[in-house]
Each structure stands twice: as structure tokens, then as C-alpha cells.
């Protein structure tokens, strides 16, 4: 799904945020089976946490090419795992805050059932084989974080690593790819502020972030929460939509010169 998810952006983006009915179905039915066509990829994508809605006169809206970026809702997430390869590996902890309005509204937090806990792990995380003992299993776990993430902006600090991770971790367990658009904090941060390093345990410390425990999910989750905050206190004026946002936080220094001065 993840191409159509692309191609949909690139082509609301082009077409001011919103498609003609034969526009979206020239995309979707790339992607069609036998068993599937336009409408049912539509409500998949929705399933997914894709933002497009379907107005009354037929035609298709990406909504955060709409919504003020202040008051979008944003999923800041954080896992950690037993491995660093979710074929050979699995999600252990997950934590989450949703935000909007610049408050968090919600919050989610679970260990996950696991046999195997290397001891390294351990040492970094300081979580124990006992603490999942019990726990959800992997299916319950994800199935409870897909509904939780709704529709949300998907945000995590190094976003590639928890987004790749948890969207092969969803598909093995059908639960379809991750529709949500990605944020990434250090991407954004790079964009905003000044800092010799944008890990976040440096940024912790640079921002003087108080945090109960690094390397735990929720607790990294709120950091990273944190570090997006002090990035929107920074934002070009010209970062209106959360579509200005999503594209600001991958913009070359060229684009952003470019749109500076269009808006100057």
C-alpha cells in the first residue's frame, strides 16, 4: 500500500489538496485486485490512517492539506524491541502520546509478551523477561496501537527505524501497512534550532528536558513529544497546513529559501 499512499500525496499536492473521482480512481485501480476496486482501496485507506475523506460532490480531500497544523493531532511514539530487524525481531514495550493543541490528550503504554530478551537489552532498556510475562501478545499490542493511532500524524524521533519497524510488525499480523503520514522529530529539529547533535539523549540534556527514564518507550515518546514542541515554536510563517509542516520537515535549505521569499 505504501505506493498508493505516495502517489495519492504527490498527486493531492499537485492538484491543491483535493482529486476529481476519476483522478483518485486512475490511482487507486493501479493497485486494485480481483478481489478489490476503488472503493474498497478507499476504505482500506482510511482502515490505514491515510487522511482522505470523500465530499459529497464525489471528489477526494487529503485533510492535512487542510488542517492547521496547531490542530492537527499528532501520535508521538516510541518502541522498543529485542532486535534491531523486525523479521528476526519483535516490538517488547510501546508508548505513545497523542497530541493536540500543543496538550496531550491521550496516552498509551504497554509492554508485549516476548520468550526472548537478550541480556543486552536488558542492560540498555532495564527492562526484564519477567516484565513481559503476561503481557499482551504481539497481535493485541499492535491492534490496540493501530486504534489508538487513528488517523493521527505518525511523529517518533529517527522516525524510518519505529515507522519501518512497526509497519512490517502490523503487516505480519494483517493488519495492513501504516497509512499515517511520518514526522520525524530530528528532521524537524535540524530545520528549527541549533544543537551539536540532534540524538535525543543529547537533546534531553541541551533542552534540559526532564524525563523519567531514557530508553523506555513512553518516557522517550514524551521526549520526543518535548523536542516537537521547541521545533514549533520556530516555524517559518509560511508553515500554515500540516501539509507545510510535513513537507518543511524534508525541505532542502534551497526549498526553504525559495518559499521564504515567495512569502516575504
Do not use: W
Request: net charge negative.
Amino acid at each position: 500500500m505504501q505506493k498508493v499512499f505516495d502517489e495519492l500525496t504527490t498527486a493531492f499536492r499537485k492538484h491543491d489538496g483535493v482529486l476529481s473521482e476519476e483522478q483518485y480512481k486512475h490511482i487507486a485501480i493501479k493497485y486494485t485486485t480481483l478481489l478489490e476496486d476503488s472503493d474498497t482501496i478507499f476504505i482500506l485507506l482510511q482502515a490505514s490512517g491515510y487522511p482522505i475523506e470523500q465530499e459529497e460532490d464525489g471528489r477526494y480531500r487529503l485533510e492535512t492539506y487542510f488542517t492547521p497544523y496547531e490542530v492537527q493531532r499528532y501520535c508521538v511514539i516510541d518502541i522498543e524491541t529485542n532486535g534491531s530487524k523486525p523479521g528476526t525481531s519483535q516490538v517488547i514495550e510501546i508508548g505513545a502520546v497523542m497530541l493536540q493543541n500543543g496538550e496531550v490528550i491521550d496516552r498509551f503504554e504497554t509492554f508485549v509478551e516476548c520468550a526472548y530478551l537478550p541480556e543486552y537489552i536488558t542492560k540498555i532498556t532495564g527492562i526484564e523477561p519477567t516484565d513481559l510475562i503476561g503481557a499482551p501478545t504481539r497481535r493485541e499490542a499492535l491492534t490496540k496501537l493501530r486504534h489508538f493511532m487513528g488517523d493521527a500524524i505518525f511523529v517518533a524521533h529517527n522516525a524510518n527505524f519505529d515507522y519501518s519497524f512497526l509497519n512490517a510488525s502490523f503487516d505480519r499480523f494483517g493488519l495492513g501497512g501504516i497509512g499515517n503520514p511520518k514526522l520525524c522529530t530530528i528532521d524537524l529539529a535540524r530545520r528549527t534550532f541549533e544543537s551539536e547533535r540532534y540524538g535525543l539523549a543529547y537533546l534531553i540534556d541541551f533542552l534540559e528536558i526532564e524525563t523519567a527514564t531514557h530508553h523506555r518507550a513512553y518516557s522517550d515518546a514524551v521526549c520526543a513529544a518535548k523536542v516537537m514542541e521547541k521545533s514549533l515554536e520556530t516555524l517559518p510563517e509560511y508553515v500554515k497546513s500540516t501539509d507545510d509542516l510535513l513537507r518543511f520537515s524534508t525541505s532542502s535549505k534551497k526549498e526553504r529559501r525559495v518559499k521564504k521569499e515567495e512569502n516575504s
